[in-house]
């Protein structure tokens, strides 16, 4: 045990006072209606096979994201989702997890098939016109 009046070190510590200085455990993260609602959406988007594995990491940013609004809602912090939501919503746009990148996909997979479709290749066969 130290002496009085003089600080206290590591090599004086019993393992009952090393807890003071242990980190306290995060507490979890709420289950709001943010988070609700972006799990059925990737679950939605997994079953119409819009997400890869390479979008893991985005896809726990918007996780992140969802978390961190549940969070402000439950503390009754109206003024932090002003600063998180645009961020939030680019990085939904980034996962095609809004309606207008949806359909730009949509829009740039129909473009590429008609490109496809109009570019000759090499093994077309003659075309025969039934009247010649």
Known sequence: MAKPGRPRTYEHM????????????????????????????????????????????????????????DTFEAENKPYGPSKLLTPYIEALREARLTPDSRATETDDNLKGLLDALGTPTASSAPVHHPAG
Do not use: N, Q, T
Not at 59 to 67: C, I, N
């Open 14 to 69: 019993s393992d009952d006072d090393a807890g003071l200085f242990a980190a306290p455990k995060p507490a979890p993260p709420p289950k709001g209606r943010h988070s609700e609602a972006v799990e059925r959406a990737l679950a939605a988007a997994e079953r119409r096979h819009m997400v890869e594995d390479v979008d893991e990491a985005l896809l726990v940013a918007v996780r992140a994201g969802a978390w961190a609004l």
